[in-house]
């Protein structure tokens, strides 16, 4: 037992195992804010779990989208769906997607982060390897590619268990920069996907199965190479996260326990903020592809759609360590108010009367509105352990059993609210390409901005004004 270790334990009277912080194991006893345990101890047992948790979480977000840019290939290798159809493609994974993670919330913390990632992690293959071979007989069905697409949004549910699990491992202090890393470089799989895709298809090296023939370009590719690329990642990453990661027992808690979120206001009104900022990001990133083809087709898809969310997924790891250090909801408030810029810069830009719109305009508007989600993805997302740990702890003395209990209380409500507002929001991923597919562009662009409008008012009368009741 380290010096400090020992130190931890005479100052608080608990006796710590140090076998169970190894790799693979259950840990027992978890005191983040123990500084003595913390700096001898925790960080490093938080940090391994948090690296091995961010590849995995990327690549399942990776799974999520990859219909974001399937979708964009396949009338030009002979599918014929309609363009509503794409979109819809591209939609579906977002319902999927929102709805599992409903469940993976409450879930994830009862089973652990070690087997609930590794075990989520290996699952995955099945859709994978599914359209990898389904996208190689143009005859296929749309029913059948439309459950495939289905499945791949289990890979979007995986956001929930991983933010839920990870905060429980860090400080107060450090849980908006350790969501941020672990939300932020997760995100990235949006744009890996969407950057890699275009360049794996051309290679019939890794080709399994026959190639075909893109009537738009002229050359043979591979399409089901977006799918097959990923199936021996994805083994390793569930090996990775079953050997190296370890499972809470402190974190372990029943749906009886949980649902009492459901009670609280905080809940409902962090939820409508986060649909607002990750409802964005997510949804944008699955249409904007989609977008680009239909009303810019002279622009390449492949060369632009991915910096959008690759921009977003590094601004939510910056705006949880800004929120760190300025405050959650004035990071909040100032992610909205851009995001609506963005998005009347993005109407103004968009074709109209029949002329051709100006792209640079279009996607300069769309990088900032990515930007600013990101920000705000970041910066809610600290704001929850901080309005549940403000409430719960009012008025308590550290250090004395009330106090104890009041923030075990906290830390399973903040991971569950963090989960739940996290699944609700996965449905701008269904929605937003859904409003593309039935709307004209420029109406749904409007609706965006009257509802940032209220998550404006939102966020300063509960969280940011002088004298909020909430304030984060």
């Known amino acids: 037992m380290s010096p400090a270790v020992q130190e931890a334990t005479a100052t608080t009277g608990q006796s710590y195992d140090l076998d169970q912080y190894r790799p693979g194991r259950t840990i027992s006893d978890w005191e983040p804010e123990n500084e003595l345990f913390w700096q001898s101890t925790g960080r490093r047992v938080a940090q391994r779990n948090l690296w091995i948790a961010v590849p995995a979480l990327l690549v399942a977000f990776v799974v999520w989208q990859v219909w974001s840019v399937t979708a964009t290939n396949l009338t030009d290798v002979g599918f014929s769906f309609s363009t509503s159809q794409l979109f819809w493609l591209t939609a579906i994974p977002g319902l999927t997607g929102g709805t599992a993670r409903i469940f993976y919330t409450f879930l994830g913390p009862k089973i652990g982060q070690r087997t609930f990632t590794a075990l989520s992690t290996l699952v995955l293959i099945v859709p994978l390897i599914w359209l990898g071979f389904a996208i190689q007989d143009t005859s296929t069905p749309y029913a059948v590619m439309a459950t495939i697409a289905a499945l791949c949004g289990i890979g979007g549910a995986n956001f929930s268990s991983s933010l839920a699990n990870i905060g429980f491992f860090f400080p107060k202090r450090e849980k908006g920069n350790a969501t941020g890393i672990n939300g932020g470089l997760g995100n990235l799989g949006v744009s890996v996907v969407q950057l890699l895709t275009p360049i794996v298809i051309t290679s019939s090296v890794i080709?399994?199965?026959?190639?075909?023939?893109?009537?738009?370009?002229?050359?043979?590719?591979?399409?089901?190479?977006?799918?097959?690329?990923?199936?021996?990642?994805?083994?390793?990453?569930?090996?990775?996260?079953?050997?190296?990661?370890?499972?809470?027992?402190?974190?372990?808690?029943?749906?009886?326990?949980?649902?009492?979120?459901?009670?609280?206001?905080?809940?409902?009104?962090?939820?409508?903020?986060?649909?607002?900022?990750?409802?964005?990001?997510?949804?944008?990133?699955?249409?904007?592809?989609?977008?680009?083809?239909?009303?810019?087709?002279?622009?390449?898809?492949?060369?632009?759609?991915?910096?959008?969310?690759?921009?977003?997924?590094?601004?939510?790891?910056?705006?949880?360590?800004?929120?760190?250090?300025?405050?959650?909801?004035?990071?909040?408030?100032?992610?909205?108010?851009?995001?609506?810029?963005?998005?009347?810069?993005?109407?103004?830009?968009?074709?109209?009367?029949?002329?051709?719109?100006?792209?640079?305009?279009?996607?300069?508007?769309?990088?900032?509105?990515?930007?600013?989600?990101?920000?705000?993805?970041?910066?809610?997302?600290?704001?929850i352990p901080v309005i549940f740990r403000n409430q719960h702890l009012k008025g308590l003395t550290e250090g004395t059993p009330e106090h104890a209990k009041a923030l075990k209380q906290t830390e399973m409500e903040a991971g569950a609210v963090t989960g739940f507002t996290a699944a609700i929001a996965a449905y701008g991923f269904f929605f937003i390409p859904a409003l593309f597919a039935n709307f004209a562009v420029t109406s749904a662009m409007w609706g965006f901005v009257g509802f940032y409008a209220s998550c404006m008012v939102v966020t300063w009368w509960f969280y940011a004004r002088r004298g909020a009741e909430s304030p984060s």
């Open 207 to 383: 080709a399994i199965g026959s190639g075909q023939h893109n009537a738009k370009t002229g050359n043979e590719v591979f399409l089901q190479n977006a799918a097959f690329l990923w199936v021996p990642v994805l083994i390793v990453l569930a090996v990775v996260a079953w050997f190296g990661q370890n499972n809470l027992k402190t974190a372990s808690t029943s749906f009886s326990q949980q649902k009492i979120i459901f009670k609280r206001k905080q809940t409902w009104l962090m939820t409508w903020l986060y649909v607002g900022t990750f409802g964005s990001f997510i949804g944008f990133a699955a249409a904007l592809p989609m977008l680009i083809k239909t009303t810019f087709p002279d622009y390449s898809v492949a060369t632009y759609a991915w910096m959008g969310p690759a921009l977003g997924a590094l601004a939510r790891w910056a705006g949880g360590w800004i929120a760190d250090r300025l405050g959650g909801a004035r990071v909040t408030l100032l992610s909205f108010v851009g995001m609506a810029a963005s998005i009347i810069g993005v109407i103004n830009f968009l074709p109209t009367g029949g002329g051709s719109g100006n792209f640079t305009g279009f996607f300069l508007c769309f990088l900032a509105a990515f930007f600013f989600s990101g920000i705000g993805n970041g910066s809610t997302f600290r704001q």
